[in-house]
């Protein structure tokens, strides 16, 4: 019982830090992940290539993300947790 307590924050401590960033050298302008995930991304005015607008992704966004990650057809999209 002891232990379920205690082992809990530390799962939920590694959720909450989870990043995203988009390497504006390989984004190509495709918008899957904007249309994938737009709570977390959009495009930028003028070069209309992807950012983040989250600094630090909430738990129910982690899955989406990956998704828009894996479906980036560049590779563009790296997950930093
Ligand atoms: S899916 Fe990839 S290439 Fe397309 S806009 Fe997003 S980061 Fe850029």
Do not use: H, W
Not at 63 to 73: E, G, I, M, N, W
């Amino acid at each position: 019982m002891d232990g379920n307590y205690f082992v809990l924050p530390v799962i939920m401590g590694e959720e909450e830090s989870m990043k995203v960033e988009v390497d504006q050298m390989k984004c190509g302008t495709v918008g899957l992940c904007v249309k994938e995930c737009p709570e977390v991304f959009r495009f930028q005015e003028g070069s209309k290539k992807a950012t983040v607008i989250l600094g630090v992704i909430p738990p129910a966004l982690q899955k989406k993300c990956r998704d828009a990650a894996k479906k980036c057809p560049n590779a563009a999209i790296t997950i930093k947790e």
